[in-house]
C-alpha cells in the first residue's frame, strides 16, 4: 500500500510517496530535506531482507492530506541508504492515528497528537 502525500515544508515542492507499513516499527526516510526538527541520532536499523543501514538523524515530517488537513509524522529516522519513505502503522496507532483500508486505499480516519 503506498501513501502519496505533500509535504508542508516549505523546502519541498513536489509529491512525495511513502509505502505503509505494518512491520515497520520506525518511520524511515531517505529524503533529508523534507525533515524539519532534525537532531542528530546513531541508530542501526534491520530490514526484513537481513540488511542493515544507520540512521544518521530523526526529525518530523509534515504533510498536507488529499482532504486539506495536515499531519506531522513525528520521530521519522533519516537512512540514506533507505530506498522507500515508509510509514510505520504501528508507530503510527502508538501515536493516536487510526487507518481505515477499503477498496484499496488507505483512510487516516483520526489524527492523533
Given amino acids: 500500500m503506498?501513501?502519496?502525500a505533500y509535504p508542508t515544508?516549505?523546502?519541498a515542492s513536489y509529491d512525495?510517496?511513502?509505502?505503509?507499513?505494518s512491520g515497520a516499527s520506525r518511520h524511515i526516510t531517505y529524503d533529508f530535506t523534507k525533515m524539519i526538527n532534525v537532531r542528530p541520532v546513531s541508530i542501526t536499523i534491520a530490514f526484513g531482507n537481513g540488511s542493515e543501514a544507520k540512521a544518521s538523524h530523526i526529525g518530523d515530517v509534515p504533510f498536507t492530506l488529499d482532504?486539506?488537513?495536515t499531519m506531522t509524522v513525528l520521530d521519522v529516522l533519516y537512512?540514506?541508504?533507505?530506498t522507500s519513505n515508509l510509514l510505520s502503522i504501528p508507530q503510527s496507532i502508538k501515536r493516536g492515528?487510526?487507518?481505515e483500508f477499503s477498496g484499496g486505499e488507505c483512510y487516516i480516519v483520526e489524527i492523533g497528537a
Avoid: I
Avoid at 512525495?16 to 507499513?21: A, R, T
Fill in 67 to 69: 482532504n486539506g488537513s
Fill in 16 to 21: 512525495q510517496e511513502w509505502v505503509l507499513d
Fill in 79 to 82: 537512512v540514506p541508504e533507505a
Fill in 9 to 11: 515544508s516549505s523546502r
Fill in 97 to 99: 492515528n487510526n487507518f
Fill in 2 to 4: 503506498a501513501l502519496a
